[in-house]
Nanobody
Framework: QVQLVESGGGLVQAGGSLRLSCAAS????????MGWFRQAPGKDREFVGY????????LYADSVKGRFTISRDNPKNTVYLQMNSLKPDDTAVYYC???????????????????WGQGTQVTVSS
């Protein structure tokens, strides 16, 4: 079992920045690929990006590439999502997730992640 708790959401103006954190407890954090997803009202949960177990590689959705950065600190059992140049379209509830899969495609699919945080709201005003 892995428990995940997100923090750092809030209200920000367009063009601003936020850093989300996801603290993990339970089984070995470094054994999981960590993903970030988001869900806006009335829309499906959307892949944002993931980071590999060691932190050596990341993958991002085209919509956030160049603006968002995922990092992790395995000794601190924490993964981060740095969001810059925020746009109103980035408004959503953001979730971190822990998964055991290895393929690139599986890393983009919510169903391949077994553990989820409760989510944190990010609102970007225009």
């Amino acid at each position: 079992q892995v428990q995940l708790v997100e923090s750092g959401g809030g209200l920000v103006q367009a063009g601003g920045s936020l850093r989300l954190s996801c603290a993990a407890s339970g089984r070995a954090f470094s054994g999981y690929r960590m993903g970030w997803f988001r869900q806006a009202p009335g829309k499906d949960r959307e892949f944002v990006g993931y980071i590999t177990r060691s932190g050596s590689a990341t993958l991002y959705a085209d919509s956030v590439k160049g603006r968002f950065t995922i990092s992790r600190d395995n000794p601190k059992n924490t993964v981060y999502l740095q969001m810059n140049s925020l746009k109103p379209d980035d408004t959503a509830v953001y979730y971190c997730a822990a998964g055991s899969s290895y393929t690139v495609v599986d890393g983009t699919v919510p169903e391949k992640y077994g553990y989820w945080g409760q989510g944190t709201q990010v609102t970007v005003s225009s």
